[in-house]
């Protein structure tokens, strides 16, 4: 079983790098989709939003990389 986590973190590791920030980016997409398909906003400001939410999930990010790596 061991060989199998093993086996699931190196296939997830070569396409996920950071869990946060696709975890977040996938919510953010599927928020703002739903939002503009539901009517709750308009396509351009749901562009709008989903721009500046990818700005703040890239800075969260690289923020919590740079935080990681002063560490060490």
């Known amino acids: 079983m061991n060989i199998l986590k093993i086996a699931f973190k190196e296939l997830t590791g070569m396409f996920i790098d950071d869990g946060a920030l696709a975890l977040l980016s996938l919510l953010l997409v599927l928020g703002v989709g739903f939002a503009v398909k539901s009517g709750l906003i308009g396509p351009m400001?749901?562009?709008?939003?989903?721009?500046?939410?990818?700005?703040?999930?890239?800075?969260?990010?690289?923020?919590?990389?740079?935080?990681?790596k002063v560490r060490r």
Do not use: K, N, Q, Y
């Open 45 to 68: 400001a749901g562009a709008v939003v989903l721009i500046a939410g990818c700005l703040a999930i890239l800075a969260e990010s690289v923020t919590r990389a740079a935080r990681r």
